[in-house]
Each structure stands twice: as C-alpha cells, then as structure tokens.
C-alpha cells in the first residue's frame, strides 16, 4: 500500500513541477514547485471549512501567472496556521517577498511555537523549489489562522492543469459560479 501511494505522489509530483514552472517578477514571485510537496497526511482536516473538499471555486488571487479567476475544484483543506515569508532562495536568487503562503509544518522546529510578524524561521524542503533544505531562513510578514486550500485548478493562462497546489487562504477564494 505504502508503494502505491509513494507511486501516486510521485506522478502527482511530476504534474505539479510541469505544470508550475513559470515565474513572476511581481512580489509575490513563485519560483514554480518543488521536488518534493508538502505531505498532507499528518495535517489535521478542518472540520467546518466555507469550502469544503470537492467544492466547485474561484481563485480571487495571483499568487502565479494564470492563477487570478481560475476555476478549480477544493482538493483539500486543513487546520493550522499559514504565514506570508520573505526569503531569499537556496539556489541564490534574489530575496522573493511577500510569499504566500507556507504553513507552520514547513517550518523547522514549528511543533509548540507560535510565531508572530517579524519573527525569523528556517523553512524545510517545501512545496516550491529551492524554498529550504538548506537552512534557507526567512521572516514573517504574515499570519493567518487556517482554514488552509489545497486546489486543483486550470489557470487563464491557458497552460496546463495545476493539481493540488499549495497554498491558498480562505479569503482567496470563493464559489463558483
């Protein structure tokens, strides 16, 4: 069993790094995903979430290129808390500002803190490429307590269907029409 969802992940994996390579100069710059997303299985499942698994949305965001007014489908939804970062990249890109969004599960030795704005972490591999791993340290710039999205969805750009991206806020989306 274990075998099979390692397979599933993996071709999960290979759509999502296909699927997100693009980059965006604004400050919200993604550098695509990563080669390893976050594993959901040991995230609690939100209980009452406005936009429950399987819901029909609208992406109300731009967090990368094709993204504001995607349509797309809930894919999952968890509770814990997200936060915006300014980081500087393992591979030695320039400082990305203002990323949203990763959650406390990213960040090392997260288990029985609480962080607030201006408080420096150090991320673990995530779910974008070259966001950690390496020690790579950045600071809050924003807090929100969950529920947090996991979507998958088709971008306006017309490039191809981004499978469980991570992630957005409950603020960022809304029903679909």
Same mark, same amino acid.
């Given at each position: 069993?274990k075998k099979? +969802?390692i397979? +599933?992940?993996?071709l999960?994996? +290979?759509?999502?790094?296909?699927a997100?390579? %693009?980059?965006? %100069?604004?400050?919200?710059?993604? %550098?695509?995903?990563g080669?390893?997303m976050?594993s959901?299985?040991?995230?609690?499942?939100?209980?009452?979430?406005?936009?429950p698994?399987?819901?029909n949305?609208? +992406?109300? *965001?731009?967090?990368? #290129?094709?993204?504001?007014g995607? #349509? =797309? *489908?809930?894919?999952?939804?968890?509770?814990?808390?997200?936060y915006?970062?300014?980081?500087?990249?393992?591979? =030695? =890109?320039? #400082?990305?500002k203002?990323?949203?969004?990763?959650?406390?599960?990213?960040? #090392?030795d997260?288990?029985?803190?609480t962080?607030v704005v201006?408080?420096?972490?150090?991320?673990?591999?995530?779910?974008?490429?070259?966001? =950690?791993?390496?020690?790579?340290?950045?600071?809050?710039? $924003?807090?929100?307590?969950?529920p947090?999205?996991?979507?998958?969805y088709?971008?306006?750009?017309?490039?191809?269907?981004?499978?469980?991206? $991570?992630?957005?806020?409950e603020?960022?989306?809304?029903?679909?029409?």
């Open positions: 069993m099979i +969802i397979v +599933i992940m993996s999960m994996m +290979i759509a999502v790094v296909s997100c390579s %693009s980059t965006k %100069s604004s400050t919200n710059n993604s %550098s695509g995903h080669e390893s976050t959901v299985e040991d995230l609690k499942k939100a209980e009452n979430p406005k936009y698994l399987g819901t949305i609208t +992406i109300t *965001t731009d967090h990368m #290129e094709g993204m504001k995607a #349509e =797309g *489908t809930v894919s999952g939804v968890y509770d814990t808390t997200v915006a970062v300014d980081y500087t990249p393992s591979d =030695g =890109g320039k #400082e990305v203002d990323h949203k969004w990763v959650i406390k599960e990213e960040l #090392e997260s288990e029985n803190k962080y201006g408080d420096e972490v150090t991320l673990k591999n995530g779910h974008m490429s070259s966001m =950690g791993g390496k020690g790579v340290k950045a600071k809050i710039v $924003q807090v929100v307590e969950g947090v999205y996991m979507v998958d088709k971008p306006t750009d017309g490039s191809k269907e981004v499978k469980n991206h $991570q992630w957005v806020i603020s960022e989306l809304e029903a679909a029409k």
